[in-house]
């Protein structure tokens, strides 16, 4: 079989790699979503090195998989001589003249991977999944390699979905340099995967007593919460109304979760299987081989399946598993978007759960609203007509809670800000006139002498730190790490210019309800759809929203 032509975007990570090399950049890493064909690309790149090559793997379903599509951008494999391309693990070991060497990072212990660097030189290294490269253990494989000596003259090359890791070290502690990265959104509006649907499915499993440290949920205290009969019932009886004769991939938080999963979904008569990373390699095998050949309808699975596994038509996916990460959201969500003939979309069910904190969804993932509940529609097509919402109304924010497109929409339309009261927390410690300008802070006016109006502002600028910024009349005054105690400065400041500046800080203050001159009135005319006349307090209001939110869009 001929080597895998390459699409466009494939040759400008090949050639982005290149570049960085000749740049003097020696530890880099390529970010492409599943489904986008990782190991075409770095195939392609083994093909162009010079010296030998060695292949990280971190499952030992990849190593296979990697050196069949190895072996057609090598044009090996035709029984001629030594093999190009050869796998090193348990009793198997590799030629040594091998061009490529695939190896599971897992069994390269100390002596092993010394065994393995003799009489070799590998001049490129290729890290398949490599946001799992910050881990001690593959660090020591890493430094043993070389890959941080001053005078190694290889390249240490990283590929993988997600450069986020579950518990928060960044990649750039192994890599110099992301040197060419393609999001999901881009390349299923490409065409080159497949269309995402979704549903939200509340249940009642209530997850607000759980630990919210970290980067993710602690898999015991989940799995109490979520592995209960009537949440598995619901999951269950969900796949088979909404899923129907989809071929679907349930993602569960541990073996019992996928093991009762499965068990409620045969009892509703779906043909279920199961799949964990504690099976036998030959019983694992066989529950996929059912899979593959539809003997069983749906695949429930912990954490194997949410990388290396290739199976395009698959186009169902079943969040069971709730989770605040991203990057594993987005791998379990990438399990069916490979492309296959006669497939349309990818459907993706997320069971949506009582929870303080912020869960990942499907609209999350394109940046629509976490709670957007889809109906069914293309993720894709929601998440531009948000963007559009807030194109069109500056400003707007919504309210946590479950809502539909037309239902977001409905509200957008109706947009006031006038309507929009500062936090609770500001109204608990002051009695001023604050208004809110939603998530960018908080304004006051009041009138420092008779009849001079003076605007004070405190802002969000930043993200750390002293990041509430208190304008006065356009001048920064200081800086603050809680809005409250911004606030209450500005109070304090009020309080002491006198008691004519403390009365027109207030909401009753009679100037509030005077006319507003004509020209601040034609300033705010495009502000609000809601007409009426508008006091002096509401027009000032609305040209600092203007400013500092951005004016609306004219019809």
Known sequence: MPPPSLRPYQRAAIEAVVAARRAGVRRMVVCLPTGAGKTVVFSHLAKLAKKQVLVLAHREELLSQAKDKLE????????????????????????????????????????????????????????????????????????????????????????????????????????????YARSLPEMIGDGFLAPLRGFRVSTAADLRGLSGKGMDFDEEELAEAVDIEERNALVARSIQELARDRRTIAFCVTVNHARNLCRSLNVLGVPAGIVHGAMPADVRARALEDFRAERTQVLTNVAVLTEGFDDPGVSCIAMARPTRSEGLYAQCVGRGTRLSPGKKDCLVLDFVDLSNLSLCSLPSLFGAPRDM???????????????QILFDHPGFELEAGALTLSEIQDRAESFDPLRLRADAEVRAISRNAWFSLGRHGVGLHFERKSGKKTEALVLKRGGRGKVWEIHLDGKLMDKYSRMEEAVAAVDYEIDRMGRGASLSALP????????????????????????GVLGWADALQLEVWQRVVGKPKKG
């Open 72 to 179: 057609r951008a090598l044009d090996a494999g035709t029984g001629r001589g030594s093999p190009i391309v050869a796998i090193e693990r348990g009793a198997e070991r590799a030629s040594q003249d091998a061009k490529v060497l695939v190896c599971s990072i897992r069994s390269l212990h100390e002596k092993r991977l010394t065994q393995v660097l003799a009489g070799r030189d590998f001049g490129l290294v290729i890290y398949d999944e490599c946001h799992h490269a910050a881990a001690e253990d593959n660090l020591r494989v890493l430094r043993q390699l070389g890959a941080f000596d001053p005078r190694w003259t290889g390249t240490l090359l990283g590929f993988t979905a997600t450069t986020e890791r579950g518990d928060g070290k960044g990649l750039d502690e192994v890599f110099e340099r992301i040197v």
């Open 373 to 387: 509940d889809l109906q069914g529609e293309d993720a894709r097509e929601a998440a531009r007509a948000w963007q």
């Open 508 to 531: 009753g203050a009679p100037w509030r309800k005077a006319a507003a001159p004509p020209s601040l009135l034609e300033e705010t005319a495009n502000a609000r759809k809601q007409g």
